[in-house]
Every structure is written in C-alpha cells, then in structure tokens.
C-alpha cells in the first residue's frame, strides 16, 4: 500500500522522502511499508499513529477477533441457545456502538478534572477489565448476567474507539490530502491484528474453552488503560462546568443544523440502508459448519483459521484501496462493492447446497475462498464509507458528529443481525434443523441487489474533494481558544523516544 504518487499519496516533503530511495523493486516491497508509516508519523504526530495502533489494532483487531470466536462458542456450547436467539444476543451486545454519539458527546464538551480525553480511556479500560474477569471467572452465570457483562466489555471498546474517532477526524480536516491514509491506517491495524487474533482463537478456545478467551481479553483492556496512563493532556483550568448544559445545547444544535443539509442526511441514509438491507445470519452458517451432521463439522481449530484466512482478505482490501482505488469516486467503488457482494453470496448458496463437493471441492479450501473473498469486499465498501464519514464532521463536534455516523452504521448492522435472526426463526432454521437455511442465504442474496438502487444518495465526489460547505465546516462548539490550546500526546516510557519522534 505504499509507492509514488497514487500508491502513496504524502505531502510534498514526505514523498521527496521516499522518492529519494532506491527503486528496487523487492527493497520497495519491503521499505514502503516503513517509509509510508515514518511519514504518518511525521506529518500526523507518532503519538497519533501509536494511539491509533493500540486501539484499532489490540483493542478492536486482536480483541475483537478473540471475542468473536469466543462469544460464538460461548453461546453456543455453554449457554446453549438457539443460531436465531444468538444472532438476536449479538445485536444487544452491539448496542453500546449504537450509542456511540453520548461518548462522543462525553469527550467533545465535558471534560473530567480538566481532561478531555484521558479519563475516558481510563474508565474503558477499568470497565473491560471488570466485564471481562466477572463473565470469565463465573461458570455458570445466567444469560441476563452474561449478556450485562458482554455488553459492558463492549462498552468498554466503543469508548476507547470514540475517543480516537474524534482524533482521527480531527487530523482528516487538518490533513484533508492524508484522509484515505489515516483511514488505510485504521484498517490495516484492524485487520492485521484480527489476522493474529483469528489465528490463535480457535486454539484458545480448543485449550481454555471460550470463559478463557474471555479472561485474555483484560489484556487488550489494560493496554486501552495503559494508554490513558500515558496520555499527556493539557488540562484546562477553571472550566465553566455551569455552561454544560450550554455546551450541550450547541452541540445539539450544530449535529442538527448539519444533519439536515442534503449533502449529509442522503449519504447517512444511504449507509443505514446498504447495511439493514444486508442481513446477517451468520449465525445460522457458524452452527451449520461445525454441528450439522450434512455439513462440514468444522472443528474449533478450524474456525479460527478461516476466521484468519478471511481477514487477510480484509487486509488485501485495505490494501487494494490505497494502492489503486482511494482516487475513485465513492459512487463507483460502492457500486460495484455492492454487485460483487452480491456474487460472493452465491459462494455460501454453494457451500449450503453441497454444490462445492459434487465439483470436488473440499469443504475447508472451499471456505477459505467464501471468507477471503467475503471480507476483501466488505473491507472495500467500508473504506469509502468511512473516507466519506470524515468528511462530513464539521469543526467543533468532530467526536460527536463521527460517532453519530458510526452509529448509523451499527444501527444498520443491528438491523442486518436482528431481521436476519427472524429469517432463520421464521424459516425453523434451529441447532438441529438446517433444512431451510439455503433459503435464508438466497433471500440475504437477492436483498443485496437493493442498495444499487440507492446509490443517487451517494455524493458524486471522489475522497480528495470537500463534501460540505465552508459554512458547515466551520461550526463551533466549544471555545475557540480551548480547542486550539489542546495538545493531546502520549508521553514515551523513555525520554529519547519522545525526542525522536518529535
């Protein structure tokens, strides 16, 4: 994902930089990486591009990939519940990324002993570390108790997300040339730390069953604290915490002023349709690979391996749009994002139906191909949409206003998995009966045709232009002088370090 020009888009100084090397080719390979990451880290601040790393790439990448694979073993094994009851419990403990703009909100104007951002990575990282040990520790907790506690531990994720989200919107309107760059950054830590933790998931859960997977996950949680412990912040004295509810107010105004200009309100509707209309039962395809005696029986091991597998295609999407497809207008790349959806889905019809056997193809490479191809595309309709995402953030609510647009997202998804658990119950799609389930994925197929449809919503731009007016962009919320005296850094264990990333 690193290069000259379209496959490195840099400020002036930054390509100099990497023009000035050799152009070997196997040296290029192996050097871009590193030449494209010293340049973030020197346009952007190392302490952006670290913070970044921790929370994308251990928090959501590894420790999401644990949690995935962990909680569906969970529930299936020792809560013992059905695919559709597992697929509605998946969208409760999503509720917390639903919420996302009150975090936001929280960071954006309230600030705790003066501090925007370093009590609220505090305070994730206590939470996750608390949700974690209690679900992991008690052997049989009632699903209520299980489900509080996922939910908290997710909770505990989306804070640390939203604070980053801010700062990452925040340096995307600083640096509008470097937007696709930092959201590549984004997706390349999420995907290369799901790689790792998909890969040894299912060998966690083989080895200490899935309330051990659980305990693992205070790891990522102390690092989000660790991460609030080393937050070097500005604080801000003699706040006017009187002018809260003022503070507020403007804030509700400017997300509502903003959200009723037609170049925001059409792309948020897009993006909560393209993922409802999606729907999800996942759920229904995990209990048929590994319990159905017509399926594959896929062992724990298994699992985990395809989960890794698909996430290198997740990375080669990453990887795709930054090399070749960053440049292109958003209408584009979801259009045919959403036609080669729709193809891929065809795989699973094949996978159900047995089809991929009668051509002699076994089961395992069979997947690997359906969960690479799957998360390649998924990762390029998800990377305009968040390229498009920061762009919509006016001045002053960056927080608030990405969490909001997040939230959409995961409003759609909650959708997506909730309408796709009453498609598998309604279908007697159950722990023993998959006699209906290939209908299930032929009906999920044929609903992905329809965001086509909606693409007119999409703006006509490509990443590299505004989509807001001036106007927008620059509303305010907070004091101006605040705002602008506010240095977030991490401070380096060693003093060196501080100096040289300087």
């Given at each position: 994902m690193m290069g000259e020009e379209e496959r490195l888009p840099t400020q002036r100084d930054g390509a100099e930089e990497i023009h000035s090397k050799p152009e070997n080719g196997a040296r290029t390979c192996v050097c871009g990486p590193i030449y494209w990451f010293r340049m973030l880290a020197k346009e952007l601040h190392w302490s952006f591009v670290f913070g970044v790393v921790i929370v994308y790439g251990m928090s959501q990448g590894l420790g999401g990939a644990l949690a995935m694979v962990g909680t569906e073993y969970?529930?299936?094994?020792?809560?013992?519940?059905?695919?559709?009851?597992?697929?509605?419990?998946?969208?409760?403990?999503?509720?917390?990324?639903?919420?996302?703009?009150?975090?936001?909100?929280?960071?954006?104007?309230?600030?705790?002993?003066?501090?925007?951002?370093?009590?609220?990575?505090?305070?994730a990282g206590f939470m996750g570390v608390f949700a974690m040990l209690f679900v992991s520790t008690h052997k049989e907790v009632h699903i209520v108790l299980a489900l509080l506690s996922l939910t908290a531990g997710s909770a505990s994720v989306a804070i640390a997300d939203v604070t980053v989200d801010a700062c990452v919107a925040q340096k995307s309107g600083i640096h509008p040339s470097l937007a696709a760059d930092i959201q590549s950054l984004c997706a390349l830590s999420a995907a290369i730390g799901s790689l790792v933790g998909f890969s040894f998931s299912g060998i966690f859960v083989h080895l200490i069953g899935p309330q051990g997977v659980f305990g693992l996950l205070t790891i990522p949680a102390w690092l989000v604290l660790l991460v609030g412990l080393l937050l070097k912040e500005n604080r801000i004295s003699n706040f006017p915490y009187e002018q809260m509810n003022q503070n507020f107010l403007k804030a509700g105004k400017s997300m509502w002023k903003t959200l009723k200009c037609p170049e925001v309100w059409?792309?948020?509707?897009?993006?909560?349709?393209?993922?409802?209309?999606?729907?999800?039962?996942?759920?229904?395809?995990?209990?048929?690979?590994?319990?159905?005696?017509?399926?594959?029986?896929?062992?724990?091991?298994i699992i985990g391996y395809?989960?890794?597998?698909?996430?290198?295609?997740?990375?080669?999407?990453?990887?795709?749009?930054?090399?070749?497809?960053?440049?292109?207008?958003?209408?584009?790349?979801?259009?045919?994002?959403?036609?080669?959806?729709?193809?891929?889905?065809?795989?699973?019809?094949?996978l159900v139906l047995r089809w991929n056997l009668k051509l002699g193809i076994p089961d395992y490479f069979f997947v690997v191909i359906d969960a690479s191809v799957s998360q390649l595309i998924g990762r390029l309709k998800w990377m305009p949409l968040l390229v498009m995402s920061s762009k919509l953030c006016p001045a002053g609510i960056e927080g608030?206003?990405?969490?909001?647009?997040?939230?959409?997202?995961?409003?759609?998804?909650?959708?997506?998995?909730?309408?796709?658990?009453?498609?598998?119950?309604?279908?007697?799609?159950?722990?023993?009966?998959?006699?209906?389930?290939?209908?299930?994925?032929?009906?999920?197929?044929?609903?992905?045709?329809?965001?086509?449809?909606?693409?007119?919503?999409?703006?006509?731009?490509?990443?590299?232009?505004?989509?807001?007016?001036?106007?927008?962009?620059?509303?305010?919320?907070?004091?101006?002088?605040?705002?602008?005296?506010?240095?977030?850094?991490?401070?380096?264990?060693v003093r060196s370090s501080d100096s040289d990333g300087r």
């Open positions: 969970y529930m299936k094994d020792v809560q013992k519940v059905q695919p559709s009851d597992a697929q509605f419990y998946s969208g409760i403990t999503s509720i917390p990324w639903i919420v996302k703009p009150i975090w936001g909100l929280l960071t954006d104007v309230v600030p705790v002993f003066g501090f925007h951002r370093k009590p609220y990575f505090l305070f059409r792309p948020c509707l897009y993006m909560y349709l393209s993922f409802s209309l999606s729907l999800s039962i996942s759920e229904g395809m995990f209990y048929w690979a590994t319990d159905s005696k017509d399926g594959p029986s896929f062992s724990k091991e395809v989960m890794a597998i698909g996430s290198i295609g997740s990375l080669l999407g990453a990887i795709l749009y930054q090399y070749g497809l960053k440049n292109c207008p958003f209408r584009d790349i979801l259009m045919w994002a959403q036609i080669l959806s729709c193809l891929s889905g065809m795989l699973d019809l094949a608030t206003f990405f969490a909001l647009l997040m939230s959409i997202d995961n409003f759609g998804l909650l959708t997506s998995s909730w309408f796709g658990g009453l498609l598998l119950r309604v279908l007697k799609v159950t722990r023993t009966e998959f006699g209906n389930l290939w209908v299930a994925v032929l009906v999920r197929n044929l609903l992905r045709i329809s965001p086509l449809f909606l693409l007119f919503l999409v703006p006509k731009g490509d990443p590299n232009s505004a989509i807001l007016s001036d106007e927008v962009l620059n509303l305010k919320v907070v004091d101006e002088e605040n705002r602008e005296s506010e240095n977030v850094e991490l401070v380096s264990l």
